[in-house]
């Protein structure tokens, strides 16, 4: 999304922000000159360095990003891994993982068949 410079510069003007906060209300609260100024400059440095450590931190938590390629293609219907590329067996041709209409296997059912299942999940009753 942002480059590291362009993150360095959002946190910069944060700091910065900050820091002029800090010495808006050093000066409210009437503390010495040397009391502002260190109270200036280390807010600044605690936001600045803390929004870099945090960056720094997402970068090793975030999680690279594979190609589309490179990842697991899921097919919800059988519920495999990789079942574009896998090979029926009869063996496996008959063996549906989960609460699958075997019926559905090769694609929707025709539309009186799919009147009946909403009549008896009862979608099609008025009363």
């Keep these: 999304m942002y480059g590291e410079h362009t993150w360095r510069g959002i ?3 944060l ?5 002029l906060l800090v010495l808006l209300f050093s000066v ?5 000159l040397l009391e502002i100024s260190l109270r200036t400059i280390i807010g600044f440095f605690i ?14 938590l975030d999680e690279p990003q594979n190609s ?12 495999e891994i990789h079942a574009s590329e896998r090979q029926e067996d009869e063996q496996q041709e008959n ?3 989960g609460q699958i209409n075997k019926e559905m296997k090769n ?3 025709d539309t009186g068949t799919q ?7 009862g979608w099609g009753e008025t009363d």
Excluded: C, H
């Design 68 to 79: 589309p390629r490179a990842q697991n293609s899921i097919d919800y219907i059988l519920g």
């Design 95 to 97: 063996i549906f993982p």
């Design 107 to 109: 694609g929707l059912p």
């Design 47 to 60: 936001i600045y360095f803390l929004g870099i450590i945090l960056r720094q931190i997402w970068n090793m």
């Design 11 to 13: 946190f910069y003007w």
């Design 115 to 121: 009147v009946e299942l909403a009549k008896k999940m």
């Design 15 to 19: 700091a910065l922000g900050t820091a």
């Design 28 to 32: 409210y609260n009437q503390y010495s």
